[in-house]
Each structure stands twice: as C-alpha cells, then as structure tokens.
C-alpha cells in the first residue's frame, strides 16, 4: 500500500498520525517507529487474507443470498397505482393526513427493495 520511499522520511509522530488517519495500531512497540511502518507496510495484506479466512468483514453464504432473494420475492413488485404514487412521492406531492403516513410506507417499501436489489448486485460482483 505504502512504498519505502512514503515511509522512510517520515519522523514517528508523522507515522503515528498516518496510522491513526487509518485507525491501525503499531506492531510492536509503538516507541519504535519500525513497529509503525511494519503496520503501515502489511496491513492491506492482512486485510485480504482475514476477509479469505472469514474474520472480520466476510462474503455471505449461499444461503445468505437465497434469504435476500426470497426478502426480494416476499416483497413483490408494486402495482401501476403503487408505482404512480411512488413517483409523485419522488416528486415531492403529499398527501394529507392520515393517508400521508401510508404514502410513506410505502416509499420506504419501495426504497428498501432497490436497496436490497442493489446489495445482491454488489454481493455478485
């Protein structure tokens, strides 16, 4: 991630300051600035290798997918009516009380699906 070149005119504090802008602790000592450019040197790598392992951040299972797919089913595909109103949700038209709870709803139906949608495409990647 960091070349030797980066690293090697920084002073301890500066080290320090670049490991705390990433969150990451010293490898060792932190009296040494060694044990701060070890971290600064390895940390990408031991990133990928904890996600491989499962630590950390993981990829789903495959029945993670199929839960996320059967949510997407459950929820269904909004109605013309369902979809206009979307729209002139979208477009700022409200309506009043009390409907105007329902029309929320289902915006925040219609929002949660793209968002899901839109997860299981990433997770694809």
């Known amino acids: 991630m960091f070349t030797r070149s980066q690293i090697k005119i920084k002073t301890l504090g500066e080290l320090k300051g670049l490991c705390k802008q990433y969150g990451l602790k010293p490898l060792g000592n932190p009296s040494y600035k060694t044990a701060w450019i070890d971290t600064l040197f390895t940390f990408a790598a031991i990133a990928l290798r904890q996600m491989k392992e499962g630590e950390g951040l993981r990829r789903m299972t495959f029945i993670g997918y199929q839960d996320l797919g059967q949510a997407l089913d459950q929820m269904g ?19 009043e009380y ?21 997860a299981l495409l990433l997770l694809n990647m």
């Open 98 to 118: 009390p409907h105007r709870y329902d029309q929320e709803t289902l915006l925040n139906l219609h929002k949660a699906k793209m968002h899901l949608e839109q």
């Open 77 to 95: 595909e909004p109605s013309d009516q369902q979809a206009a109103l979307i729209k002139a949700t979208m477009q700022g038209k409200r309506l």
